[in-house]
């Protein structure tokens, strides 16, 4: 299978779980065209005076990037074209976006995240971008936010694209998680990974370990003992990572290991913790189960989450299944 172009990957006749139907691959396929373009903005850099800030805020207060921006409009402008969608939700806009009248309408609702880790794209390092599929129910308006508010398990596909030193795209339907790579000179993404899986047993975790004061009890004990290393309770050192993009450590995680944290702290606790539902820790939770991993808010499974809001936060706990459960059974016992 390794070598197939992703297009070829989606039509595979012979794939164990049946055909895909023809709107669903054309609604991947669009995301993959939009991601490819947005890699290509990303290497132009400050070639195409593209760096630095856009001078707009976001619904959440956050100073948008030019790139934040260029992003988002590349996912809508493709798929508004696209005329598999009824809608598109993203961080970067307030509300709903439904398909304009007189543009052909789908079934399918995307939410995306259109580039994770924005703070990394003026000192040149990895970002990404985070997309959800959901089904629109039967008679529902795309420009309301209720149609949206599905929980993670409703999810029909889920991935991300991570730009790094090569760009690569990570899916999963519901059947495992594989991984394509741009091809920079016939510019198609092409399969180099099949059933990722995020071993076991792990001497990595990924936590900004800044925000240490403001953690919670159960945070602080699981995090204590990993320091303590080899001396302490776990008797073995950790090693830590913070890419402060939540694609590249995902990714990391989904290739060689590891526990990310962005758990509830006193500095997030009003507006329930600092990453989204819906675009974030959805998709990306999805993806970590499917690679055989695990992801909760620490009281809860966040797959099983029913959403109360397009730009919901929720704490992330997610990776190895051991570890994650470690820190699931902290939060119930201290
Ligand atoms: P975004 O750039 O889409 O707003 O997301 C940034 C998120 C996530 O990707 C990352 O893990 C986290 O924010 C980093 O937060 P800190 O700056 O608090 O470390
Ligand atoms: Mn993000
Ligand atoms: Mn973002």
């Given at each position: 299978m390794s070598g197939l172009t992703f297009a070829a990957y989606l039509r595979d006749a012979t794939r164990a779980h049946g055909a895909l139907p023809a709107d669903l691959i054309q609604t991947l396929e669009t995301t993959a065209d939009a991601c490819c373009q947005i890699s290509a903005a990303l290497k132009r850099g400050a070639l195409a005076g593209i760096?630095?800030?856009?001078?707009s805020s976001n619904i959440q207060g956050e100073d948008q990037k030019k790139l934040d921006v260029i992003s988002n409009d590349i996912l809508l402008d493709a798929h508004v074209r696209?005329?598999?969608?009824?809608g598109m939700a993203s961080e970067e806009m307030d509300d709903p976006f439904p398909i304009p009248e007189g543009q052909a309408q789908g079934r399918f609702l995307l939410l995306f995240d259109?580039?994770?880790?924005?703070?990394n794209i003026d000192i040149n390092v990895s970002v990404g971008t985070i997309f959800s599929v959901l089904e629109a129910p039967a008679?529902?308006?795309?420009?309301?936010?209720a149609p949206f508010l599905?929980?993670?398990?409703?999810?029909?596909a889920a991935g991300y694209a991570v730009y790094g030193p090569s760009t690569q795209l990570v899916l999963t339907l519901g059947h495992g998680v594989d991984s394509f790579t741009l091809d920079p000179d016939s510019g198609d993404f092409v399969?180099?990974?099949?059933g990722m899986t995020i071993p076991a047993e792990t001497q990595e975790f990924a936590i900004n370990m800044s925000n240490q004061r403001f953690w919670e009890q159960p945070v602080q004990h699981y995090v204590g003992e990993l320091l303590a290393?080899?001396?302490?309770?776990?008797?073995k050192d950790f090693n830590m990572r913070w890419v402060a993009a939540m694609v590249a450590d995902v990714h990391r995680i989904l290739t060689r290991g590891g526990v990310f944290l962005y758990p509830l702290d006193t500095k997030t606790f009003a507006k329930g913790?600092?990453?989204?539902?819906?675009?974030?820790?959805n998709p990306m939770s999805w993806l970590v189960e499917q690679a055989g991993g695990a992801a909760s808010t620490g009281r809860e499974r966040i797959l099983d989450i029913a959403p109360n809001g397009l730009h919901q936060r929720v704490p992330v706990i997610l990776g190895s299944r051991a570890e994650v459960e470690r820190v699931v059974d902290y939060h119930r016992e201290i």
């Open positions: 760096l630095g800030q856009a001078g696209g005329g598999h969608l009824a259109p580039l994770d880790g924005s703070s008679g529902s308006d795309a420009a309301e936010v599905q929980p993670g398990t409703a999810q029909v399969l180099t990974q099949e290393g080899k001396t302490g309770k776990r008797g913790g600092k990453l989204r539902l819906m675009y974030e820790a």
